[in-house]
């Protein structure tokens, strides 16, 4: 193991630790760019809270950079600032983090850039995701460049599976409940309808 994997290993512990998962539950996504100036990360957390009623809070772990917790649509996030881009560790499989969060962050991440500096572009210099697998190995995924309008061409493809089943399992749920709902709406109609009835039969008062 080098260097590398081990800086990975401990701060995937830190994630654990934080989201009280297994180390490989999480996904690390590092949006590779060179940040001039420190002020964009505050610029960053001032309009996640500001704007977005997202709740933002230093954490304390071995994330190799000022780690924060952001809390929103019933889910949690760390994004961690580096000076060679933003990196963002969530749970794997996590549908709130996918469909939620991480667009809205790659969003305001882009607008504090853009507010700041009008020649960068709405694009990375290349996107990289990193995961273990279940036999402890460090998985790295490199992408060539990243256009943040399509942030679904983010590689998530171990996770996608996950996500599918819970999104089915959340149909089914729903599905149960419709269901539940439409067979009290008939009992109540064929109650409604029997008090029409009897009210019908009812002898009006001489």
Request: charged fraction near 30%; glycine fraction near 2%; aromatic fraction near 12%.
């Amino acid at each position: 193991m080098d260097y590398r994997e081990k800086n990975f290993v401990e701060k995937f512990k830190s994630a654990s630790q934080f989201f009280n998962c297994k180390i490989d539950d999480i996904v690390s996504v590092k949006f590779r760019e060179v940040v001039s100036r420190h002020d964009y990360y505050t610029q960053f957390a001032e309009t996640l809270e500001q704007n977005n009623n997202i709740s933002v809070q230093p954490i304390k772990g071995n994330f190799q950079g000022n780690a924060f917790s952001i809390s929103a649509y019933q889910t949690k996030l760390i994004y961690v600032e580096h000076e060679t881009g933003l990196e963002i560790l969530y749970i794997a499989g996590s549908i709130a983090s996918l469909i939620g969060l991480i667009p809205k962050i790659i969003q305001i991440w882009n607008f504090v850039k853009n507010k700041n500096d009008r020649h960068l572009r709405d694009s990375f210099e290349r996107i990289e995701t990193r995961y273990f697998d279940k036999n402890g190995k460090l998985i790295e995924e490199h992408n060539s460049r990243f256009d943040s309008h399509n942030y679904s061409n983010i590689s998530f493809i171990p996770f996608l599976n996950q996500d599918i089943e819970k999104i089915n399992s959340f149909e089914k749920d729903y599905a149960n409940e419709i269901e539940e709902l439409k067979k009290r709406v008939q009992k109540l109609e064929r109650k409604i309808q029997q008090l029409v009835k009897v009210k019908k039969k009812k002898p009006k008062n001489s």
